[in-house]
C-alpha cells in the first residue's frame, strides 16, 4: 500500500444519507477478476442515464465540472449494505483518497482501510458546516495528527482512527504482511487443545 | 465472572490482542464464492503463498449462476470466466468446491448449515454481508471484504476490532401469520438501518427459542441489514437436533462431546450487554417495505409515513427521494397495489420451510395473470426436497416457474432481473435502488405475503386470505 500522510484538496460534496455499496458499484459490475478500473462506474446508475455511459446526469456531482478534489463528503450511514471490496476500490480508482461523513457502514469502514482510504468521521455539526462550503474551499486532513481543518476559516476537527491502523496508514503497512509475521503464534494457536 | 455467548466464543479464537488496535482472530470455517475471491486469490499468488489452512475453505458458486439450464455453459462471458476461475483457484489451492452440477451446490448461507458444516461455537467468515445467518447456530459469523479474504487465506485469521454487543429480547407469542421475516423487518423499521452499526447482536426470549432453524437463520441473515456485524442465537435443543446426522456434523463418536461443549454456549444471567431492547412478539403484523432501505418498513395495513411531519430534515430526504425512486405517495396504503413480479428466494427465506409455506398455501389456487411468479430454491437439496415432497407439482399447478439454485434476482448480478419501473414483492434482503435490477421496484416481506401477491396480483395482507 502507498503510504498516506496528509490530503490538501478541494471537495466532491454527495449530501445524501444511506448510501449503500449498491450505489456505489452495482453488481453487475462486479465481474472483474482483478482490483483496476472500477472507477468508470463509480455510482454508475446515479451518475448515467439508462445506464448509458455517453449520457451522463446534468445533475449528479461527479459531472459537475466545478467540483473535484480527491476527498468525497457524504451524509450519515455511507456505505451501508454489501461487503463487496469493490466499494473501496471504485472509490480509490476514481481517484479519492478519503470519504467524510458522520458515521460509516463498518464493513465499509474496514474495506476502505484495507485500501488506503481514509474514512473520516466528523460530528454532525462538523458536516453540515462542510456541505456549507463553496466549490473553491478546501480541506486539509493530516492523518498523524487525526484533525480535519476547512482551510478558509480554520475549523477543525479531530477524527478517530486506532493507534495501529494510523501506523499501516503513515507507513503502508497493511494487515496481511503483520498475519503472515505472526504465523508462528497462529500454528502455536491452533495446537491449543 | 459471567460471559455473552459472544464473549465465550470470541475469547477462544482471539490468537493475541494488538496494543491500541485489533485482536488477531482465528477462523474455523472460511466460506468463499466466486464474486469476492478471485482478487484475494490473485494477492496471495503475488505474495508467493499457497492458502494456509484449504481444509477450512469451502467454496460454491451462487451470485453469477444462472438459474435455468445450468448444465449448459454460462451464457454471459464474464460470469463464466468468474465461476471458471473460482474451479481453477479451488483446484490450484486444494479447496473443496461445491460448484455448478455439484449435488450440494447452492447459495453459500444455505449450504452451509444444511451440510453441518455450520456448528455452534464456531468463528466464521465469507466475503458475503449476509454470513451472519450462521449466527442462527451460536456462532460468530460475520462478513468481510476481499483483502479480509486474502488475510484469511493467508494465516486463517482476520484483524477484527472487538464490537459492541446488543441483546434483543423478543418476548411473548407471535400473532397467527406472522413469520421470523416479519420479526426482523419490524425490528429493523424501529432501530433503522443503521441503528445497530458497531455492534454484534444476540437474539433471545421466548418468541426466539419457539423458532426453527430455517426460522432463526432468516433473522440472523439480515441483522446487517441494521448495520449490525452479525447476529446471533445461543444454541438449544432445536438447534442440535437440526445438526444431528447431516453431512459434515459431527459422527457418533465425538457427539456427546460435542454437544457438552455446545451446551455451555449461552448468555450467563449475569452478562452485561451495551444496549437491551424489548420486543413484545404480540405486536408484530405482517411487514412490507416501502422505501429504498430495509429499515422503511411498515405493518401490511399499516401507511407510508407522511413526510411533512418528518421532523429530522436528514430522514425527510431520504424518504422523499426513495418514495419518489418507488414512485409511492406519502402518506398512502400499499395494500391493493399492484405487483408483477413475486420472487421468492435468496439466502433469507430460500430454504425448505419457507417453500412449504408458500405450497400450504397456493396449494389449489391460481396465480394471478398480471404477475409472474419464481421460485428459486437455495441450493440443490433443497431443489432435490421439493421434488421429493411433490411441491413442485403444486407451483407449476398454481403457474409459478421453479428455477435452479442460485442468487437470483436477489441482486441484478446474473441473468434474473426485474425491468425498470416495475414492481417486486420479494423475499431478499435489500431493496436497494436498482438492487433487482437498473430501476427495479422492490418491496420486501415474508415468503406468505409475497405468495399471497402471486394469487392476487395486488399488496395483500394474507390474514384475509386464510
Redesign the interface.
Known sequence: MTPLKKINSRFVPLP???V?T??II???F??????DGFGKNLFR?WRYE??DDTKPKKDFVLNKSDYSGEVLIA???FG???????A?WALQDYGFKAVVSS?????FK??AL??GVLPVKVSDDFLVKLFALGNEATISIDIDKQTITIDATGAQEIFDI????KTCLLNGY???D???N??Q??EA??RIP | MAKTLFDKIWDKHV??K?????S?L?IDKHFIHE??S??AF??IEK?G?KV?RPQQVVATAD??VPTLNQHLPIK?E??R??VE?LIENCKKHNIELYGLGHPFQGIVHVIGPELGITQPGMTIVC???HTSTHGAFGAIAF??????V??VF????V?Q?K?KLMRINIEGELPNSVVSKDIILYIISKIT??GA??YFVEYAGAAIRSLSMEARMTICNMS?EM?A?GGMIAPDDTTFAYIKGRQFAPGEKQWEQKLNEWKQLYSDVDSVFDIEININASEIEPMITYGT?PGLGIAINGLIPVTDTIPDE??R??II?ALQYMGLESGKPLLGMPVQHVFIGSCTNSRIEDLRLVAALVKGRQKNKNVQVMIVPGSQQVAKQVHAEGLDKIFIEAGFEIRQAGCSAC???NEDKIPAGEYCISTSN?N????QG?GARTLLASPLTAAAAAITGVVTDIRELI
Open positions: 445524501m444519507e444511506n449503500d449498491d450505489q452495482p453488481a453487475r462486479l465481474k472483474a477478476t482483478t482490483r446508475d439508462n445506464n451524509g450519515k450511514n451501508c449494505g454489501s461487503s463487496r471490496e469493490h473501496a458515521f460509516f457502514a463498518d464493513i474496514n474495506n484495507n485500501n486506532n493507534v495501529y491502523k497493511d494487515d496481511i503483520y498475519l503472515i505472526n504465523r503464534a497462529i494457536f491452533e | 490468537v493475541q494488538i496494543e491500541e488496535g485489533p488477531v482465528y464474486v469476492t478471485p482478487q490473485n494477492g505474495r503463498l494456509f451470485h453469477n454471459d464474464l460470469s470466466l468468474q476461475q466475503g458475503d454481508s462478513g468481510i471484504g476481499t483483502s479480509e486474502e488475510m493467508a494465516s486463517q485469521c484483524l476490532t464490537p438501518s443503521s452499526t458497531g446487517i448495520g456485524r432501505n436528514g430522514e430526504k431520504n427521494k441482486l441484478g448480478m435489500r436497494f435502488e436498482g438492487r437498473a
